[in-house]
């Protein structure tokens, strides 16, 4: 790649962030920051590509909640019992006295475990959520 195919920009972040950032780019053998960041993209890209497909995956999604966040329990019990179909197990860890961590292994339609993944991450509540799925005929 010559220097005409590179496009130059900058990035603001937070001191913490890229101390830790910068951590992670050196734990990882990265010779420069903007290595790490195409990678970064790269990935983003991927996962990007994968929303937009339509086949059938499984895989698992885990969202970390505060249990104390009036009506959440219900709501969370409502979406799952929504998709029974394509829900296979849950398993549910309490992390402190506010905290759990929910873990919902999953099949089906790409599209289907999207919009569960949504539904259950856009809840008021709700701290953090992933879903890590494969295609279902993946090698």
């Given at each position: ?26 734990e990882?053998g ?12 790269r990935e ?9 497909d ?40 309490h ?29 008021k509540g ?6 890590s799925v ?5 090698p």
């Amino acid at each position: 790649m010559t220097s005409n195919n590179l496009s130059r920009f900058g990035v603001s972040m937070e001191e913490g962030l890229l101390e830790s950032f910068d951590q992670l780019i050196e734990e990882k053998g990265y010779k420069t920051r903007s290595e790490a960041v195409r990678d970064l993209v790269r990935e983003k890209l991927v996962k990007h590509k994968w929303e937009q497909d339509d086949h059938e995956v499984a895989g698992c999604l885990l969202i970390f909640y505060d249990h104390h966040q009036r009506h959440l329990m219900g709501e969370l019990t409502t979406i799952q019992h929504d998709y029974h179909d394509t829900i296979l197990a849950t398993t549910h860890f309490h992390l402190d006295h506010h905290n759990c961590l929910e873990m919902i292994v999953v099949r089906g339609n790409a599209q289907n475990i999207r919009t569960l993944r949504d539904k259950l991450l856009s809840l008021k509540g709700v701290k953090y959520g992933s879903l890590s799925v494969s295609p279902v005929d993946a090698p």
